[in-house]
């Protein structure tokens, strides 16, 4: 059974730069699309990045918020995706969870959370942007 463990986060103050990772462990991951959502106190689970991959071609996408500033990728293996994240602002501040869609399909990548509910998540990670 695949598991999704993250490792990364913490304080930094707004302008800082931090770092997510999600390895996929405990079995083979064989799906195509891997992502990043957030969720802030009192506020519902937002998209952050998502990346999809075919053969030796990767997408990437990101919520308007964040682009320019996060860049997710993934490593050779396909197994664990990254979050980059610089010129962290305040509102940055919530709980990180990646996400791994079971299908190998990567035309099955979405920006809504809800799509994701039979697929694999993360524990989640806290980054804090504060002074």
């Known amino acids: 059974q695949v598991q999704l463990v993250q490792s990364g986060g913490g304080l930094v103050q707004p302008g800082g730069s931090l770092r997510l990772s999600c390895a996929a462990s405990?079995?083979?991951?064989?799906?195509?699309?891997m992502a990043w959502f957030r969720q802030a106190p009192e506020k519902e689970r937002e998209f952050v990045a998502v990346?999809?991959?075919?053969?030796?071609?990767?997408?990437?996408w990101y919520s308007e918020s964040v682009r320019g500033r996060f860049t997710i990728s993934t490593d050779n293996a396909k197994n664990t995706v990254m979050l980059q994240m610089k010129t962290l602002k305040h509102e940055d501040t919530a709980f990180y969870y990646c996400?791994?869609?079971?299908?190998?399909?990567?035309?099955?990548?979405?920006?809504?959370?809800?799509?994701?509910?039979?697929?694999?998540w993360g524990e989640g990670a806290q980054v804090n942007a504060s002074s």
């Open positions: 996400a791994a869609r079971r299908s190998p399909n990567r035309s099955s990548w979405s920006m809504a959370s809800q799509e994701y509910e039979n697929d694999y």
């Open positions: 405990g079995g083979t991951y064989s799906g195509a699309t």
């Open positions: 990346i999809t991959w075919s053969g030796g071609s990767t997408s990437t």
